[in-house]
């Protein structure tokens, strides 16, 4: 084995990567019971004048799960309102999707975000698809999903709804230890 590659780098290499991560400093969100609504944002850096198909698959599936969904792109606000107006609506969840490139500055916008509130982040898109192992460098990503993600996406949801610790493992889509939740 090479020095450098850990196991999770094989399994991504042989196609046995669990699709979905996170680190081992395990999430600490409880989904608030008294609020009655779960809600879920999902961000993107800037949508370019095309449609982000990734949020417009997964939005309907946070819905059926019984999510209340909100949308924003970076590129629409400034920093400071946006993350006042996340904080605002005190989601359960908040659904990062990420070219190369974007991922800096919505990585930022989460440590920002972690700061002021409670909630689970999960990482997607083709960023993440091809390099998931960021998540070993910032304890304040929670979960990063690894390729096509409405299965692992919507067991993911489930578990946050139900306030379900999960061997991320079992969840195939996402890779990684534990998610607790």
Excluded at 43 to 66: D, K, M, N, W
Excluded at 98 to 106: D, G, K, R
Excluded at 157 to 174: F, I, M, P, S, W
Aim: aromatic share 8%; charged share 25%.
């Amino acid at each position: 084995m090479n020095e450098s590659m850990n196991q999770f780098d094989l399994d991504r290499l042989s196609g046995n990567a669990q699709p979905w991560m996170s680190h081992t400093k395990s999430s600490q969100h409880t989904v608030d019971a008294n609020d009655g609504e779960l809600k879920i944002v999902f961000l993107v850096a800037a949508t370019y004048g095309v449609e982000r198909l990734g949020i417009q698959i997964l939005s309907p599936i946070a819905e059926e799960v019984g999510y209340s969904p909100s949308f924003f792109s970076l590129d629409d606000f400034d920093e400071d309102d946006l993350i006042q107006t996340i904080v605002d609506i005190k989601p359960d969840v908040i659904a990062y999707t990420a070219i190369t490139f974007e991922h800096v500055s919505l990585e930022r916008l989460n440590k920002a975000l972690k700061k002021r509130m409670s909630f689970i982040s999960i990482f997607g898109g083709s960023h993440y698809t091809f390099s998931p192992e960021g998540i070993k460098c910032d304890e304040s990503m929670d979960v990063v999903c690894v390729g096509e993600g409405e299965v692992a996406f919507r067991a993911f949801l489930e578990h946050v709804k139900n306030n379900v610790t999960a061997q991320v493992a079992d969840c195939r889509g996402l890779c990684g230890q534990i998610l607790q939740v």
